[in-house]
């Protein structure tokens, strides 16, 4: 079964993905957040180690970005300009580390 390293494969940093899902968990509390799935995230995050199936991975990197990211990427005249460029740069990765995990998966 193969595995990817969320930082050397696929460039996102497993503390971003965690601080992500805490703060929708802190935000929205944890009964949306197992509506949602973001408990199975943490769960898988709070395992010790950074190798995860692709599958497993493919799940974490969905929880990289959030709402406000969305916002500032679909509005960048109303937020700072670099707001839109962090936005906008954790899209890409989200988006490259999913083209990753695509050709992974074939």
Not at 33 to 40: F, I, K, N, T, V
Not at 60 to 88: I, K, M, R
Request: aromatic share 8%; charged share 30%; hydrophobic share 35%.
């Amino acid at each position: 079964m193969t595995q990817v390293h969320l930082y050397q494969d696929l460039k996102i940093r497993k503390s971003a993905l965690k601080r992500e899902v805490s703060e929708l968990i802190d935000c929205i509390g944890m009964e949306e957040a197992q509506e949602r799935g973001a408990d199975q995230a943490w769960q898988l995050l709070n395992r010790k180690g950074k190798y995860y199936t692709i599958e497993e991975a493919r799940s974490l990197v969905g929880w990289y970005t959030n709402s406000h990211d969305d916002c500032v990427v679909e509005n960048p005249e109303e937020f700072h300009p670099l707001q839109v460029h962090v936005a906008e740069a954790k899209h890409m990765r989200q988006d490259a580390a999913f083209k990753i995990l695509e050709n992974l998966s074939k």
